[in-house]
């Protein structure tokens, strides 16, 4: 991992190993941004104030090794991330690398940025898939147990496949409950509503079922009224041209169009054989004869027709206002969508056919009632059926559950501590079953059992979580682990105790550890050393990979706050040889 401009952080490369990786430091060098950094390469969120003072935004690069068959891998390529090829893992499965780089910028720069395998995703797609990669513990995730959720949670994971599948069996009906009882509860509760709209609707409907439109009518109904109302004009004007193209009952007969043209046709004909041109010209005068003739039939047609019908020039005008008023009276149900002057007869038909749709749908809800609700009964009886099943397989696994994290407190300096696990049941449904689940401490004998969130201390409770992480390990490792001071107040006996524990999970997973206990440092397989410097008041930190000598003064420091000091090295040797010692015989 890199981590550019963070914090204190200038610009540091951390080379993670396989097994337990401790992170150590002084207090203020800077420790806790490497957390932060991983935090953010999955998906936490940016805080603008975390970006170093002078640089224009905060830069992470991860690069994670990933089992090309593992879900991880698979969920990876579906976001469109591209995987390189790795050196095959110990076990000799196929392994695939896979790059995440993550910005913050300053205040006032333009946000968050996020890339998985070159391409650009969501944050939130980081978060997504950090669930099949890594488990984060610090103070925020002590407060998160505190949780009766989270510690619900905790239990299900422990009593493993058969409860986790029937918890998925129990909110697959769950949903599909909560479903139905949303859509019943609109429909019952909004039944006036529902009423109100459906009345409305048919009134728009019998209006245009009385009025009976038809698209193009009113446009028609214009032409029409136009030539009613002129037609003495039309007629005048028909005629007159009737008697220009074809004056057969005037005195004065040659003097019509159709009249003289036939003269002109005659003229032509006595000579046009003699000379092609005019035989042309004659025939274009043939066309235009027979033309105009045809003309003045349809005129003579249409003198015909016209006629003054004020009963129909009456019905028109009645006609257009009933269409009028039916498009006003539909109008107020189409405000968004009708014409600036009012919505047209073509727009009231559309509005005709979508309201008998919803009409019909409003007026089948009574029969939809009766289906939801016979619906709903059957899901409540299928889900009491399944909530019974969660519970038993919860009960079951608490007891166990129970025993095993008080074993692991008693390796930590917590002997004679117990842990009872309490399930109450609701009586309601809800989206994990009808179980309450609480965490319940005895920290020494005589003491009530007490809920965590009241009976445990700081320490006390980050022995609790690493005891629970460790019952965890064996049936349900996390490829990645990471504890951000997980041993505060912790010490002596206790602290040695944490370093075998973290040693422990380290056998399953990569564990990376921010400590400031050497005893549990001594345990790691690589340590990593944050050092910070200054120069001209401006404070930088680095990170260093610290081995053999190196390693011995680290620890020597931690130890005495005096890394020079000889006893303090002989102890940190002593510290490391017999942790290397431990690990050996025990197959780490």
Not at 41 to 56: C, I, K, M, Q, T
Not at 112 to 125: D, E, I
Not at 295 to 315: F, H, K, Q, S, V
Not at 558 to 563: D, E, H, I, T, V
């Amino acid at each position: 991992m890199r981590i550019r401009g963070l914090g204190v952080i200038e610009d540091a490369v951390l080379s993670f190993a396989p097994g337990f990786n401790a992170v150590t430091g002084e207090t203020g060098a800077g420790k806790t941004m490497v957390v932060t950094g991983l935090g953010l390469l999955f998906g936490d969120r940016a805080e603008s104030g975390r970006v170093r003072p002078g640089a224009g935004r905060a830069v992470v690069e991860g690069r994670l090794e990933l089992t090309e068959s593992g879900r991880a891998a698979k969920r990876a390529e579906e976001y469109g991330a591209e995987l390189d090829p790795a050196e095959p893992g110990a076990d000799g499965e196929s392994r695939r690398e896979l790059l995440i780089n993550r910005s913050v910028a300053a205040a006032g720069s333009s946000g968050s940025r996020a890339f998985l395998g070159g391409q650009p995703v969501p944050v939130s797609v980081l978060a997504d898939l950090a669930e099949d990669l890594v488990e984060m513990h610090g103070q925020a995730s002590q407060q998160l147990l505190r949780q009766p959720a989270r510690q619900r949670d905790a239990l299900d994971r422990y009593a493993g496949e058969p409860a986790l599948s029937a918890l998925g069996e129990y909110r697959t009906a769950y949903n599909a409950y909560k479903n139905v009882c949303a859509e019943l509860e609109e429909l019952t509760t909004k039944a006036a509503e529902r009423f109100r709209e459906a009345d409305s609707l048919r009134y728009g409907l019998a209006e245009i079922e009385k009025v009976d439109p038809r698209p193009e009518e009113r446009d028609e109904l214009a032409v029409e009224i136009e030539r009613l109302g002129s037609a003495e004009e039309l007629r005048t004007a028909a005629a007159r041209a009737h008697e220009a193209l074809s004056a057969q009952e005037s005195s004065d007969a040659s003097t019509d169009a159709l009249t003289l043209i036939n003269h002109a046709r005659r003229s032509l004909d006595a000579a046009k054989d003699k000379d092609p041109e005019l035989a042309a010209l004659a025939s274009r005068l043939d066309e235009v004869y027979w033309q105009l003739g045809e003309i003045g039939t349809d005129i003579a047609g249409y003198l015909a027709g016209i006629e003054a019908d004020p009963a129909r020039l009456e019905y028109a005008h009645g006609r257009v206002a009933d269409l009028d008023g039916l498009c006003r009276h539909v109008g107020r149900y189409l405000a968004d969508v009708a014409e600036p002057g009012g919505p047209s007869v073509e727009q009231v038909l559309a509005w005709g056919e979508q309201a008998a749709l919803r009409l019909t749908e409003l007026e089948g809800d009574d029969g939809r009632i009766g289906e939801l609700t016979e619906r709903r009964d059957t899901l409540h009886g299928q889900l009491g059926a399944l909530a019974d099943r969660v519970s038993e397989l919860r009960a079951e696994a608490a007891g166990s559950f129970a025993a095993a994290v008080g074993e692991e407190l008693a390796a930590l300096a917590m002997p004679r501590a117990k842990i009872d696990v309490r399930l109450r049941q609701r009586a309601e449904f809800g989206p994990a079953g009808r179980d309450e689940v609480e965490l319940l401490l005895a920290p020494h004998p005589g003491a009530p059992f007490l809920p965590i969130a009241k009976g445990a201390s700081g320490g006390e409770l980050s022995r609790v979580m690493l005891a629970i992480e460790v019952v965890f390990a064996g049936a349900d490792p996390v490829p990645t682990l990471v504890f951000d001071e997980i041993d505060q107040g912790v010490g002596g006996q206790a602290a040695i105790e944490v370093g075998r524990r973290l040693a422990r999970l380290a056998r399953s997973s990569q564990v990376i550890v921010v400590t400031h206990l050497p005893q549990v440092a001594a345990f790691a397989d690589r340590q990593l050393v944050v050092a910070k410097d200054s120069e001209g008041g401006v404070t930088s930190s680095d990170v260093t990979v610290v081995a053999d000598a190196d390693r011995y003064t680290e620890i020597a420091r931690m130890l005495s706050g005096r890394s020079e000091s000889d006893s303090a090295k002989d102890h940190a040797r002593e510290l490391v040889d017999a942790a290397k010692a431990e690990r050996a015989g025990t197959g780490r």
